[in-house]
């Protein structure tokens, strides 16, 4: 009977607790499972987001080797539509920047380097953009705008790259000390093995300043 009446107070002491704070309980159970449900749909819909743009993504791969760069431009443009935020994203910019400079279509080539630039997931992808899209600017003779690009700083893979564009900047624009400075940087920079080093220095020897 004691155990009977000890069980009892147990049970009502649970249900006043309930009573009290049932409401909470529930309420933050459901909330996590909201969580719960909201963190795994995000996840369900990077994974089909990242598929969808990896189908799209080797269908402009095969029109690239076909040499198609309409076609190329278009996949790219959907591709940047609807899945701007994966890596793949950034690979087609870049591609439709190639395609449209091989057609002479510069404005187009420079729009999507500038997206690539901008919103390329890779760090070293927008590296290549901008180095790609400073060269462009060097064509066009507008020399500001492509100092600026090559001034920033990039990963070690395209640190000489940078060096010696802005190099060949600076030199047209008559600053030959710049011009030589930027030139050796680039030189400290590549990689000691590479036939690339002969160019830099082939550079430095036109401007009289080769070591």
């Known amino acids: 009977m004691a155990y009977d009446l000890q069980e009892q107070e147990q049970l009502d002491a649970i249900k006043a607790w309930w009573n009290q704070y049932g409401k909470l309980v529930m309420v933050a159970v459901i909330a996590c499972l909201f969580t719960i449900a909201a963190v795994q749909g995000w996840r369900y819909y990077r994974a089909q ?3 969808q743009a990896s189908v799209l993504y080797s269908q402009l791969d095969q029109a690239e080797r076909a040499n198609e760069p309409k076609k190329v431009r278009d996949i790219a443009a959907q591709l940047i539509a609807r899945h701007g935020s994966t890596q793949y994203a950034g690979m087609a910019a870049l591609s439709a920047a190639k395609a449209s400079f091989a057609t002479g279509e510069l404005e187009d080539a420079k729009k999507n380097l500038q997206w690539a630039a901008d919103n390329a997931r890779d760090d070293e ?3 290549v953009a901008r180095l790609r899209l400073a060269g462009i600017l060097l064509d066009e003779k507008k020399y500001d705008e492509a100092l600026k690009l090559v001034s920033a700083e990039a990963k070690p893979a395209y640190a000489a790259l940078y060096a010696d564009l802005r190099g060949d900047i600076l030199s047209i624009q008559g600053k030959a000390a710049e011009g030589k400075a930027a030139y050796q940087l680039a030189l400290e920079k590549s990689d000691p093995r590479s036939q690339y080093r002969a160019l830099i220095e082939m550079k ?5 300043q080769a070591k």
Do not use: K
């Open 49 to 51: 987001q990242a598929e």
């Open 125 to 127: 992808m927008r590296d």
């Open 204 to 208: 430095l020897d036109a401007i009289g």
